[in-house]
């Protein structure tokens, strides 16, 4: 009975106690043992702590992971929104430029048309202007009715002596 109790208590205690005393081999055995002894109630108590603290920290870091995946398929979600986003942009962007494009043909076609017409009837006309301005012999402001037209007057052409008359006089001065 004894026996019993001593290996179900001290059974693996004393057991590593008497290898570790083997393996070392003090000059005091006794007091070695009973020092370990002491000491290994603290061991089991730490061991168990350590055992709890690394199945604790194997935890975390599981949890640490998961929420790095989970960030990292976020991102991936969100650079993919935003390249679907960019793209439906860049089409209604393209379709907006057809339908202006497609409506400043419609536009311009009738435009073409009359200015077509109306730079035959001008050509006509401003030939015939042209003939009249020039004989009547007023400015161009007073031609034009634009703003900004420049309103310059009549500038009189006299005759000036060429150069070559001038190089005569003073040669025949010389």
């Known amino acids: ?13 004393l057991t590593q106690g008497l290898a570790e005393v083997a393996r070392v081999r003090p000059l005091d055995p006794i007091e070695y043992l009973a020092l370990w ?3 290994y109630k603290d061991n089991v108590i730490m061991e168990q702590l350590r055992q709890k603290e690394m199945i604790k920290l194997e935890h975390e870091r599981e949890l ?4 790095q995946e989970m960030l990292e398929r976020l991102k991936a979600e969100e650079i993919l929104f935003q390249q679907q986003l960019a793209f439906q942009l860049e089409l209604e962007m393209q379709e907006k430029e057809k339908q202006k494009t497609e409506e400043l043909q419609t536009t311009q076609e009738p435009l073409n048309k009359e200015m077509s017409m109306e730079s035959i009837t001008r050509g006509e006309e401003s030939a015939q202007s042209e003939e009249s301005i020039m004989d009547s012999g007023k400015t161009l402001a007073e031609i034009s009715d634009r703003y900004g037209a420049p309103n310059l007057s009549r500038v009189e052409e006299l005759d000036e002596p060429m150069l070559s008359d001038v190089a005569l006089n003073i040669d025949q001065d010389l």
């Open 64 to 67: 640490a992971l998961m929420e």
């Open 37 to 39: 002894i002491y000491k």
């Open 1 to 13: 009975m004894e026996s019993a109790y001593l290996q179900k208590c001290l059974g693996t205690c």
